[in-house]
């Protein structure tokens, strides 16, 4: 019997990984560019920390529902398509395997070894080898609902607390820099830590994060400033 060891792939980090990224990213960009649209507008530093706790809160609900909603709709679609397929393979064995043989000959495999493979495949689990070479459905990407809102919704929670920290020990006065300098440094360490897990270039992910997190800001506070002069 033929062993070989373990590989460990950064694929099997995608679920959770994905999760908790895009959460904390929009919890320090949301919450970062709340505070200094409010700011901006002329709020006092009370109701800059009040407002930011308020977004806290209810950015977390909000990606922790969003997250579920969305992975349970992927996999509500996932468990529809193995039953069709497990109602195909009781129907026509004969013809799930002359589907699957011709996926690997696709592949490049000589048809006659593609049959058997096909035939191998199918005795050990034919429900698994079909979700997996037909439906592309593997178990390091599958839908797990709970997991990702949770994921979402802490990491929404850390990053969001970054920018209200950085409000809470800031003046009146140097709030705005303060918050908007340590939020796009979080962003940044964010980026290039998320990049540098998925096996890409640690510059270009924190760029690419402080960029957006800079204009969301810039944009908000444009936004805070013209009401600020309305109101």
Same mark, same amino acid.
């Given at each position: 019997?033929?062993?070989?060891? +373990?590989? +460990?792939?950064?694929?099997?980090?995608?679920?959770?990984?994905r999760?908790?990224?895009l959460?904390?990213?929009?919890?320090?960009?949301?919450?970062?560019?709340?505070?200094?649209?409010?700011?901006?507008?002329?709020?006092?530093?009370?109701?800059?920390?009040?407002?930011?706790?308020?977004?806290?809160? #209810?950015?977390?609900?909000?990606?922790?529902?969003?997250? /579920?909603?969305?992975?349970?709709?992927?996999a509500?679609?996932? $468990?529809?398509?193995?039953?069709?397929? $497990?109602?195909?393979?009781?129907?026509?064995?004969?013809?799930?395997?002359?589907? =699957?043989?011709?996926? /690997?000959? $696709? +592949?490049?495999?000589? &048809?006659? =070894?593609?049959?058997?493979?096909a035939?191998?495949?199918?005795?050990?689990?034919?429900?698994?080898?079909?979700?997996?070479?037909?439906? !592309?459905i593997?178990?390091?990407?599958?839908?797990? &609902?709970l997991?990702?809102?949770?994921?979402?919704? #802490?990491?929404?929670?850390v990053?969001?607390? =970054? &920018?209200?920290?950085?409000?809470?020990?800031?003046?009146?006065?140097? =709030?705005? &820099?303060?918050?908007?300098?340590?939020s796009?440094?979080?962003?940044?360490?964010?980026?290039?830590?998320? #990049?540098?897990?998925?096996?890409?270039?640690?510059?270009? !992910?924190?760029?690419?994060?402080? @960029?957006?997190?800079?204009l969301?800001?810039?944009?908000t506070?444009?936004?805070?400033?013209? @009401?600020?002069?309305?109101?």
């Amino acid at each position: 019997m033929l062993q070989g060891h +373990r590989e +460990r792939h950064r694929t099997s980090r995608i679920g959770w990984l994905r999760a908790a990224v895009l959460g904390a990213n929009d919890g320090i960009v949301s919450i970062s560019s709340l505070i200094v649209g409010v700011a901006a507008a002329n709020g006092s530093h009370g109701n800059v920390l009040i407002a930011g706790a308020a977004g806290l809160v #209810a950015g977390a609900m909000s990606m922790a529902t969003g997250e /579920y909603v969305s992975v349970h709709s992927q996999a509500d679609i996932e $468990r529809a398509e193995l039953e069709v397929e $497990r109602k195909e393979l009781k129907a026509n064995e004969e013809a799930e395997h002359n589907e =699957l043989a011709a996926i /690997y000959v $696709r +592949r490049g495999l000589d &048809p006659e =070894l593609a049959r058997q493979v096909a035939v191998q495949l199918m005795a050990h689990d034919a429900l698994d080898a079909h979700a997996r070479d037909e439906l !592309g459905i593997v178990e390091a990407f599958s839908a797990r &609902p709970l997991q990702a809102a949770l994921a979402s919704a #802490a990491s929404f929670t850390v990053g969001a607390s =970054l &920018p209200i920290a950085a409000a809470a020990w800031s003046s009146s006065a140097s =709030l705005v &820099p303060c918050v908007a300098g340590a939020s796009l440094l979080f962003l940044a360490l964010l980026g290039g830590l998320a #990049a540098w897990f998925g096996g890409a270039d640690v510059w270009t !992910g924190a760029m690419r994060v402080t @960029f957006w997190g800079a204009l969301a800001m810039v944009l908000t506070a444009g936004a805070g400033g013209l @009401f600020g002069l309305v109101a």
